[in-house]
């Protein structure tokens, strides 16, 4: 039986943090992740499909404020 993995979009201009996120969701032992990185939203939004489960966003982007596509959303 194929384990359901959770495809995941993580919208992060700081490639440390990517990594610990990365690292911390990669321990779960529940749950399994693919993950798709983007610098900048405009990158992320390229990435965006129906096979995408969820979006982790930075509040704070070089292209645009996180909090305002939040509350466009």
């Given at each position: 039986m194929d384990e359901h993995r959770?495809?995941?979009?993580?919208?992060?201009?700081?490639?440390?943090d990517?990594?610990?996120?990365?690292?911390?969701?990669?321990?779960?032992?529940r749950e399994r992740f693919d993950i798709q990185w983007a610098q900048t939203l405009g990158d992320g939004v390229a990435l965006l499909s129906d096979?995408?489960?969820?979006v982790l966003l930075d509040?704070?982007?070089?292209?645009?404020?996180?909090l305002s596509i939040c509350r466009d959303l």
């Open positions: 959770i495809r995941l979009v993580l919208v992060e201009d700081d490639e440390e990517f990594i610990i996120t990365r690292s911390l969701l990669e321990e779960s032992e096979d995408v489960d969820a509040l704070t982007l070089p292209d645009e404020d996180g």
